[in-house]
């Protein structure tokens, strides 16, 4: 080991956590070496300086994100932490992780499509009826709207882990409006600006097909017909936290950006006011929550919404993707039967595993929990983003007995799962590199067929021993390489 390794790695040590680049034994996995190799002749010095023009590209390219905290009047914009060293996954876990998640999102666009339609999966005892009828993100406006192609999920992101065996589980899906698929292209981007010798040593998979891709599923959703239909991405505006996304998104794509204000509905049909007077729209993809697409039809004070939009759309006179509704599959209870959906609907077993998952709506499981908190992750299934979440072996007595607590009151709010010892991975933190925590954020696209963006975000807990890696919570991102 040479001076300037001893240097990098000289605070690294692999501990219970499956660490992505070391093996138990200390020695670089084989996908790691070249770029551990390289990593070594570039020295601390080097690859410091290199992290600092990452930071600066950040900031002179306004990559975003708002966060908002209690403790702050007014929100706090900042740029997302980003990690210079990559994580790297091999063909063969691309592979499979490839064929898990188009899985798993088949079944959970048919079983959205079959709670507003036939209710199959309900009477058929698979799922409590009550689970569904009280989940806060069932719409009864969606009872039997025909949607294009049956597709409620055009863009989905699905949260995966490592345990500590190196076993990936899906911790989370996302399928309302998921975010973070920007800043998987400016990591990209930036790696190639700040550390193009990575890149250029290592057969890296090419992503570049992903928004076209999203696009292509974007326009098939289209039920006018047209050969270039007009496909516009609504945003709640400039103070939303993801509004950097939704400017690179929508320039990347070549689609308008807008806002509630810019749409007009007349005689069911939905139109973008411009300079050349107005212009019909056939597929809105919205990055804002259900409530405050139509004061209409949901909450009758939203300013950022469009008047009549669900008319027009229940008149197949405009697409909205995602559909309203879908949020009904990414409630954390509903998460839990996500195994039984694909047997269920595809007939199959599920590649990908599901975290372990007490329903806190029974009796002997609510008990469980009840004495274990302090061993246990305990989660609101409403809130996403890091929020409303109990990580026991890390919370104080005070917030074990408030949960506690809440628990009793309300245990259709909650679930619980065990710990996951979320795998580590190099980071530069200071001029050390040091293992953080991360997760992986899969982009699934479904159109008239099913695509997956190769890599996805991989996000890093940058504080010590951290295991909450969500961007609202701090967190900061890597570039993700699948191999050739």
Not at 14 to 30: G, I, Q, T, W
Not at 154 to 165: A, C, E
Not at 175 to 204: A, D, W
Request: with cysteine.
């Amino acid at each position: 080991m040479n001076t300037t390794e001893k240097q990098l790695f000289s605070e690294y040590s692999v501990s219970s956590f499956y660490d992505e680049m070391f093996s138990p034994n200390n020695e670089v996995r084989k996908h790691y070496e070249q770029v551990h190799r390289q990593l070594q002749d570039m020295g601390s010095e080097e690859l410091i300086k290199r992290q600092q023009s990452t930071e600066a590209q950040m900031v002179k390219q306004g990559i975003t994100f708002t966060l908002y905290h209690e403790q702050h009047a007014d929100p706090l914009e900042r740029t997302i932490p980003f990690d210079t060293i990559p994580r790297i996954l091999t063909a063969e876990e691309w592979s499979f992780l490839e064929k898990g998640l188009k899985q798993r999102v088949s079944a959970l666009n048919r079983f959205i499509y079959d709670i507003y339609h036939e209710q199959n999966i309900i009477h058929d005892k698979i799922i409590p009826r009550k689970l569904i009828v009280t989940n806060c993100y069932f719409r009864p406006e969606m009872m039997n709207v025909q949607v294009p192609e049956n597709t409620y999920i055009t863009l989905s992101g699905i949260d995966l882990i490592r345990d500590d065996n190196g076993e990936f589980y899906v911790l989370e899906d996302n399928l309302r409006t998921p975010s973070g698929i920007s800043y998987l292209y400016k990591n990209r981007q930036l790696m190639s600006q700040c550390l193009p010798e990575l890149l250029f040593h290592n057969q890296v998979r090419y992503m570049d097909h992903g928004l076209n891709d999203l696009l292509s599923g974007l326009r098939s959703m289209a039920q006018s017909g047209k050969s270039e239909p007009k496909v516009v991405l609504l945003t709640p505006g400039r103070y939303n936290s993801a509004y950097y996304e939704h400017c690179f998104l929508a320039q990347e794509m070549g689609i308008e950006l807008v806002e509630g204000k810019d749409l007009v509905v007349i005689d069911h049909k939905v139109y973008m006011k411009s300079f050349h007077g107005l212009e019909q729209v056939d597929v809105i993809y919205r990055r804002l929550d259900d409530d405050y697409l139509d004061p209409l039809a949901f909450l009758p004070d939203s300013l950022l919404g469009v008047t009549g939009l669900m008319n027009a759309y229940r008149a197949g006179n405009v697409t909205i993707t995602n559909a309203p509704g879908t949020g009904v599959a990414d409630d954390k209870a509903i998460y839990a039967y996500v195994p039984d959906m694909i047997r269920y609907y595809l007939n199959e077993e599920p590649i990908l595993k599901n975290v372990p998952t007490y329903i806190l709506s029974r009796e002997d499981e609510r008990e469980y929990v009840l004495n274990h908190l302090s061993e246990l992750v305990v989660k609101e299934t409403s809130l996403s983003g890091g929020y409303g979440m109990l990580i026991g072996p890390q919370a104080t007595e005070e917030e074990i007995a408030l949960f506690a607590e809440n628990i009793k009151q309300d245990p259709n709010r909650y679930i619980a799962q065990p710990t996951i010892k979320l795998s580590t991975a190099p980071s530069l933190i200071g001029d050390k590199i040091k293992p953080r925590h991360i997760d992986l954020r899969a982009f699934v696209i479904a159109g008239k067929e099913i695509s997956v963006v190769p890599g996805g975000l991989t996000r890093v807990a940058l504080k010590e021993g951290s295991l909450v890696v969500n961007s609202s919570q701090g967190g900061g991102s890597k570039d993700t390489w699948v191999l050739d």
